[in-house]
């Protein structure tokens, strides 16, 4: 399936993802670590039915009638756009390398960190290419523009990118519905704020972010009508500067918890000297707010990756937008603190499950801030709709200056 998001939308996720990370990296070798076994999940992926579908009638392969040994060494080259240890982002990413080298036969993994969009991250991913990859993984909107030119140009190798809308025969764009985790963490919030205000740190207004901000402000809504969600931008990913201010800034306003949607860790360590409760984002941030965590919601794609690498293995890989889920194992949350009391626990994993059966976050009547009517009672927000979201519901307090009027 080929979805291309509006022109608006491209600009600003373009724009959005836009910083000031150097212009240039090291491509790094990964450690080899090659499991005795593929896990169960990525077999039963390889004898559904779809996988059956790829051979040939003969009982071969795909790869195996286009000459390519099925049990061959898979390189696979991925690029960060910061660097891994400062970022949680890309940590889920490097995560997911991590994956496949120790859950998938037969595959090599390279990296390469803090290069952004631009000649130089297409000079890297021509060098992967030549070096004898087959696949190649970006994890930055920046980078979509070069493999789509790429995707043409090298119509045997599989690119796999985070994010966007745009795809080819050989090019998956992934996302998730980050808004199940965050309205998991909603309901946790309106459940522990004493103040009835919390405070949620996001990086630029573009759709994405909106869209889990939303989602964070869905489940407030859920389990406390009354609490507002206060929220700053920082206009970057990743700028710890401006990260911690946007945490003080709440925090003197007399927010009582704070959610955020940053890689940094800047905020959980403002949240830790001041004594205020939090919720992270990306990755299990604990470390950094030891005694103020309540959990963090954590995306995890490594799964997913391996299917795809199994695919090229075979030969069945075709490029499709791909929004990945809470039954795709891409969301989930980091272990809860001791401050979370047992009936909140019992109460998020009900709604987990609600999600597993289909449930979905934005169900009608829904209105935004300004009292306008977007989701019809009966109705549910979904797919691109919930992708291009410029709006904001009723209980957030959104402070965007240069919003859209609509």
């Known amino acids: 399936m080929k979805k291309c998001g509006k022109k608006l939308i491209g600009l600003l996720m373009a724009v959005a993802m836009v910083s000031t990370m150097a212009l240039s990296g090291c491509k790094e070798k990964a450690p080899e670590t090659t499991a005795a076994e593929t896990k169960a999940q990525t077999e039963a992926e390889q004898n559904t039915p779809e996988a059956a579908g790829t051979e040939s009638a003969g009982g071969e392969s795909q790869a195996q ?35 496949l080298e120790e859950n998938c036969e037969n595959v090599e993994t390279f990296k390469v960190e803090n290069i952004a969009g631009g000649a130089d991250c297409e000079r890297v991913m021509r060098e992967y290419i030549n070096d004898g990859c087959e696949i190649i993984v970006g994890t930055s909107f920046d980078y979509l523009d070069y493999m789509l030119a790429l995707a043409d140009e090298y119509p045997d190798i599989a690119f796999i990118n985070g994010s966007g809308y745009e795809t080819k ?51 407030v809504a859920a389990t406390n009508p009354d609490a507002k969600v206060v929220t700053l931008w920082s206009n970057s990913f990743n700028d710890p500067t401006t990260d911690a201010l946007c945490a003080n800034t709440l925090i003197d306003q007399g927010c009582d918890l704070i959610c ?39 995306w995890t794609w490594g799964p997913w990756m ?10 069945s890989f075709k490029g499709a937008w791909c929004e990945l889920d809470i039954n ?79």
């Not at 060494?73 to 490097?94: C, M, P, R, Y």
């Not at 890689?263 to 030891?290: N, T």
């Not at 829904?366 to 977007?374: A, E, I, P, Q, V």
Request: with cysteine; glycine share 8%; charged share 25%.
């Open 65 to 99: 009638a286009d000459g390519k040994d099925p049990n061959r060494l898979i390189k696979i080259g991925f690029l960060f756009s910061n660097v891994i240890s400062t970022d949680a982002w890309a940590q889920t990413h490097e995560n997911a390398r991590l994956y």
């Open 169 to 219: 025969d050989n090019l998956s764009v992934y996302i998730a519905k980050l808004e199940q985790g965050r309205y998991l963490t909603g309901m946790m919030a309106g459940e522990l704020t004493e103040v009835d205000k919390i405070g949620y740190c996001s990086s630029i207004p573009f759709p994405d972010p909106i869209k889990q901000l939303n989602g964070f402000a869905a489940g």
């Open 260 to 298: 955020i949607d940053l890689s940094s860790s800047a905020v959980a360590q403002v949240c830790e000297e001041r004594g205020v409760k939090f919720i992270g984002s990306s990755v299990d941030m604990r470390e950094f707010a030891p005694t103020q965590q309540l959990t963090s919601n954590c």
């Open 306 to 315: 391996a299917k795809q690498v199994e695919a090229v293995r075979e030969g």
């Open 328 to 406: 795709d194992g891409a969301i989930s949350l980091a272990d809860y603190s001791d401050a979370v009391p047992q009936n909140v626990i019992d109460m998020i994993e009900e709604q987990k499950q609600k999600f597993m059966d289909g449930e979905e976050v934005f169900v009608g009547p829904l209105y935004d801030n300004t009292g306008k009517l977007r989701v019809p009672e009966g109705e549910s927000l979904t797919g691109e709709a919930a992708n291009s979201m410029q709006w904001f519901l009723p209980n957030v307090i959104d402070n965007w200056a240069d919003k859209p009027v609509d």
